[in-house]
């Protein structure tokens, strides 16, 4: 990619970003690359990226949150009426304003780049054509364009159980991060196109991984596995927007036995908000009140189950089709 700015199209919404040199969103584009377009006009959302000495570190408004972020560090969120600045001193800064549907992104030269601020940016622009990421893992059912929804925190198993269902005939959409938009009358859900992180007890659970993985393992017991080599093994979905079949809330198995069992609405909502909505020392900001809108019209719009996976993950794939089948 050469110039001085790229588009990305997410699905009803253009992402543009300018920038002096590319290599300044080289985070986006590792996250957006099969999602890049030609120019297409106006973006529905600009991120401005510049490299400079001086960072504004003490920007007006209110203190959201003041503390460390995983792998990123110390940072501060400050809230300015539409304008949310998040800082991490000495490194980089980004403002990101809702209503006029915008972003800048300040970098120092040299310095780390964080994670954190591109994710924000990215669900900004999500948020601006209606759509919210959420952390669930997504597949497509086998024989059919509808996706199931698999939600769990983080350490639960998301990406074993995806993968398991998907050496059963299930297409790969997502295995961390679906976007969802629930404007259509049935919920409709993509998945973010980024490389999954296989865990060594994943590996064990499921050889068929094994000619996609490499010797060496990170301090967490994982490596980052690319789509393309997951292709060689199993089906992985493009970026399309496909209706939710169902919400399932993963949970280990006391017995070891795999089953799928109805959950209540109201526990389906609770658990995918406590993983997905964020409140500050302020309470909700505004995008975090409207995923949380969106995560209601999910869970009353489709079945809500709670998928107990014992020591066979692949046996949830029969019990998944044979539910939803009755669900026709």
């Known amino acids: 990619?050469?110039?001085?700015?790229?588009?990305?199209?997410?699905?009803?919404?253009?992402?543009?970003?300018?920038?002096?040199?590319?290599?300044?969103?080289?985070?986006?584009?590792?996250?957006?690359?099969?999602?890049?377009?030609?120019?297409?006009?106006?973006?529905?959302?600009?991120?401005?990226?510049?490299?400079?000495?001086?960072?504004?570190?003490?920007?007006?408004?209110?203190?959201?949150?003041?503390?460390?972020?995983?792998?990123?560090?110390?940072?501060?969120?400050?809230?300015?009426?539409?304008?949310?600045?998040?800082?991490?001193?000495?490194?980089?800064?980004?403002?990101i304003n809702d209503d006029e549907r915008w972003a800048t992104l300040r970098v120092r030269p040299g310095a780390k780049a964080a994670w954190t601020p591109s994710m924000l940016v990215l669900d900004a622009a999500l948020d601006a054509g209606g759509q919210h990421m959420l952390h669930t893992a997504g597949l497509t059912l086998p024989g059919r364009d509808a996706v199931v929804l698999i939600h769990a925190p983080s350490g639960t198993g998301k990406t074993t159980t995806s993968l398991a269902l998907a050496t059963q005939g299930f297409g790969l959409c997502s295995d961390d991060a679906m976007i969802l938009n629930v404007a259509p009358a049935t919920p409709k859900a993509w998945g973010l196109p980024r490389h999954s992180k296989v865990h060594q007890k994943t590996a064990e659970m499921i050889p068929q991984v094994a000619p996609c993985l490499g010797p060496t393992w990170d301090r967490n017991g994982e490596q980052a596995v690319s789509l393309e080599r997951l292709r060689e093994i199993i089906r992985v979905e493009t970026p399309s927007a496909r209706p939710v079949a169902a919400l399932l809330h993963l949970a280990r198995s006391a017995d070891s036995q795999t089953r799928l069992v109805p959950m209540a609405r109201t526990e389906a909502m609770v658990a995918l908000?406590?993983?997905?909505?964020?409140?500050?020392?302020?309470?909700?900001?505004?995008?975090?009140?409207?995923?949380?809108?969106?995560?209601?019209?999910?869970?009353?719009?489709?079945?809500?189950?709670?998928?107990?996976?014992?020591?066979?993950?692949?046996?949830?794939?029969?019990?998944?089709?044979?539910?939803?089948a009755k669900q026709d």
């Open 1 to 95: 990619m050469t110039g001085s700015s790229a588009c990305y199209s997410l699905n009803g919404i253009v992402l543009g970003i300018s920038a002096e040199r590319p290599e300044l969103w080289q985070d986006f584009d590792r996250m957006l690359a099969s999602l890049h377009v030609a120019g297409t006009g106006e973006p529905g959302f600009r991120l401005d990226i510049a490299e400079t000495e001086a960072l504004d570190e003490a920007p007006d408004g209110s203190l959201v949150f003041d503390g460390e972020i995983p792998e990123d560090g110390y940072c501060r969120m400050i809230a300015d009426g539409s304008t949310v600045h998040l800082v991490f001193p000495a490194r980089q800064t980004v403002a």
């Open 273 to 324: 908000m406590l993983d997905n909505v964020r409140t500050g020392m302020t309470g909700l900001l505004p995008l975090q009140k409207r995923r949380m809108a969106t995560i209601g019209k999910l869970v009353s719009s489709v079945p809500t189950f709670t998928l107990e996976v014992g020591a066979r993950p692949a046996d949830a794939a029969a019990l998944i089709n044979d539910t939803l």
